[in-house]
């Protein structure tokens, strides 16, 4: 079974595209897609600045761990 984890990261607009701003909270509870994408429902949007915005995504468990090892 494969496991993620959900992740909020923020991205800012450069006036052409999206980039990562190279920051992120991770809820690091393992756990299955659909309980990851479930939990995402819970969350409310506010974004009241055009230049930022949080992302919500459910990223394998096993991708985390790469990343953290770099």
Request: proline letters at 1%.
């Amino acid at each position: 079974m494969n496991l993620f984890v959900l992740v909020i990261s923020l991205w800012g607009f450069t006036g052409t595209e999206w980039q990562y701003v190279g920051n992120q909270i991770v809820y690091q509870e393992p756990m299955s897609k659909e309980q990851c994408e479930e939990m995402t429902k819970h969350f409310a949007k506010y974004e009241y600045n055009e230049f930022y915005r949080m992302s919500l995504q459910c990223v394998s468990a096993d991708d985390d761990k790469k990343s953290r090892s770099l």
